[in-house]
T-cell receptor, first 115, second 114 residues
Framework: KAGVTQTPRYLIKTRGQQVTLSCSPISGHRSVSWYQQTPGQGLQFLFEYFSETQRNKGNFPGRFSGRQFSNSRSEMNVSTLELGDSALYLCASSLEARQTQETQYFGPGTRLLVL | AQKITQTQPGMFVQEKEAVTLDCTYDTSDPSYGLFWYKQPSSGEMIFLIYQGSYDQQNATEGRYSLNFQKARKSANLVISASQLGDSAMYFC???????????FGKGTHLIIQP
């Protein structure tokens, strides 16, 4: 069974631009979560989607948004990019809406550099 | 609020030795899950092992075992017979009953020396 895939793997943007990242979960997984990883802040939860609905959202500004499609694929969008948005963005999928016993499986991540 | 503390920023271990990575957690939820992930330099987070708060026995997965001490709120990862390929960042994470996503520690950079 294929793992979580993320595209693109690397991205360079300039301040003020917007960017869309894509995530395809493991086949059969219905929940997709997004995380941001930076050297300063570590790994931080962005949001979780299940059945095309956002279930939870982390403490990030409204410039960060996402959506999930009927096939469970998810996209996240960052508008008006800032230098501080440079990070590794990780997508994770799990079978069901996250409960304490659900394991999240991560993709390889998208490395975003904002210049 | 939930919190994960990993007190070892980095560790050097000789190949074939066992290694223990420390993790303490803080939560007021009676139901929670604890996870360990490995992150090589490539960036992908690889799931290693899971322990539920109500599990009576310590979790094991091959060379990985989790030393779960609930009263001390401790969930240390033990890697037996370390290999060069074990060199990576290791993250302890948890999720509680009403949590917004996994809460991660700051990680431990493990380097296995030949």
């Amino acid at each position: 069974k294929a793992g979580v895939t993320q595209t693109p793997r690397y991205l360079i943007k300039t301040r003020g631009q917007q960017v869309t990242l894509s995530c395809s979960p493991i086949s059969g997984h219905r929940s997709v979560s997004w995380y941001q990883q930076t050297p300063g802040q570590g790994l931080q939860f962005l949001f979780e989607y299940f059945s095309e609905t956002q279930r939870n959202k982390g403490n990030f500004p409204g410039r960060f948004s996402g959506r999930q499609f009927s096939n469970s694929r998810s996209e996240m969008n960052v508008s008006t990019l800032e230098l501080g948005d440079s990070a590794l963005y990780l997508c994770a999928s799990s079978l069901e809406a996250r409960q304490t016993q659900e394991t999240q499986y991560f993709g390889p991540g998208t490395r975003l550099l904002v210049l | 609020a939930q919190k994960i503390t990993q007190t070892q920023p980095g560790m050097f271990v000789q190949e074939k030795e066992a290694v223990t990575l420390d993790c303490t957690y803080d939560t007021s939820d009676p139901s929670y899950g604890l996870f360990w992930y490995k992150q090589p330099s490539s960036g992908e987070m690889i799931f290693l092992i899971y322990q539920g708060s109500y599990d009576q026995q310590n979790a094991t997965e091959g060379r990985y075992s989790l030393n779960f001490q609930k009263a001390r709120k401790s969930a240390n990862l033990v890697i037996s017979a370390s290999q060069l390929g074990d060199s990576a960042m290791y993250f302890c994470a948890m999720v509680g009953g009403g949590a917004d996503g996994l809460t991660f520690g700051k990680g431990t950079h493990l380097i296995i020396q030949p």
